[in-house]
Nanobody
Framework: QVQLVESGGGLVQAGGSLRLSCAAS????????MGWFRQAPGKEREFVAA????????YYTDSVKGRFTISRDNAKKVLYLEMNSLKPEDTAVYYC??????????????????WGQGTQITVSS
């Protein structure tokens, strides 16, 4: 069992930056693919970014490429999402997720096994 706890959310002006962290429990964090998803009010949960177990491969949805950076520290069992040049449309609840079994993709929410409780990001214009 893995527990995930996000932190770092808050209110920021457009153009600003935030860094989200996701602390994981358990001894197998380093073997999991990890991802960030977000859900805005009235919208479905959407993929934001993902990283494979070693950190050697990263994936982003088009709308955040060049602005967001996902990374992980397997020794500390922490996942990060550095967010720059934030826009009002980035406003959402952000969730981190862990994929226990290697799947063909890291961008599909249903393939993840564990989820954090979410942290709110609000970007004001």
């Amino acid at each position: 069992q893995v527990q995930l706890v996000e932190s770092g959310g808050g209110l920021v002006q457009a153009g600003g930056s935030l860094r989200l962290s996701c602390a994981a429990s358990g001894r197998t964090f380093s073997t999991y693919g990890m991802g960030w998803f977000r859900q805005a009010p009235g919208k479905e949960r959407e993929f934001v970014a993902a990283i494979n177990w070693s950190g050697g491969n990263t994936y982003y949805t088009d709308s955040v490429k060049g602005r967001f950076t996902i990374s992980r520290d397997n020794a500390k069992k922490v996942l990060y999402l550095e967010m720059n040049s934030l826009k009002p449309e980035d406003t959402a609840v952000y969730y981190c997720a862990a994929q226990r079994t290697v799947a063909s993709t890291l961008s599909v929410a249903i393939l993840y096994d564990y989820w954090g409780q979410g942290t709110q990001i609000t970007v004001s214009s």
